[in-house]
């Protein structure tokens, strides 16, 4: 986890929720968003550079809730796998980007609310408990399933499932 980024010698209001992003508190609060992107991160343990497409592009400030929702769903995740670092294959695309990779035009990727999660990490939890924690946090948003095993989350506002084989 990161370091917390508040004052130090005085007890900060947000300093539970940065130690505890997965708990409710941590996922309602508009304000406790707001203070952990001014200091640079989507939640407490993903980065805004984390998050940044690979062309370099920052999420623009206009994507910040859809990427926030995602970042927070993605707190919870890696807490049900054991509160170990998890990082993700591709968060927000460009749209250049996007292209460059041949994302579908409407991706979610480019809306930054979006996650393609490596096979190898799924392998090191484990598949099937992989999938019930995603199941789980996504019930109610996009999970789609790559040929090579790689899983796909995002936090649309609604349900939707896929596999691409």
């Not at 984390?50 to 807490?79: I, Y």
């Not at 460009?94 to 930054?112: D, E, I, K, L, Y």
């Not at 990490?121 to 019930?132: H, Q």
């Amino acid at each position: 986890m990161a370091k917390f980024p508040g004052k130090h010698g005085k007890l900060h209001p947000f300093r539970h929720m940065w130690k505890h992003p997965w708990g409710k508190l941590a996922q309602r609060s508009a304000k406790f968003k707001r203070f952990c992107w001014r200091h640079g991160y989507m939640s407490p343990n993903f980065t805004k550079d984390e998050w940044a497409s690979k062309d370099g592009t920052a999420v623009p400030v206009a994507l910040r809730a859809n990427a926030q929702r995602q970042a927070f769903k993605c707190e919870r995740l890696r807490h049900r796998l054991g509160d170990r670092p998890i990082g993700a294959l591709s968060y927000y695309r460009s749209p250049a980007h996007n292209a460059a990779v041949g994302g579908a035009s409407q991706s979610r990727h480019m809306a930054a609310d979006a996650c393609d999660w490596d096979v190898s990490l799924i392998s090191r939890v484990g598949r099937d408990k992989f999938l019930a924690a995603v199941n789980t946090i996504w019930a109610n948003n996009g999970i789609g399933i790559y040929p090579g095993g790689n899983v796909h989350t995002d936090a649309r506002p609604y349900r939707a499932r896929w596999s691409s084989w």
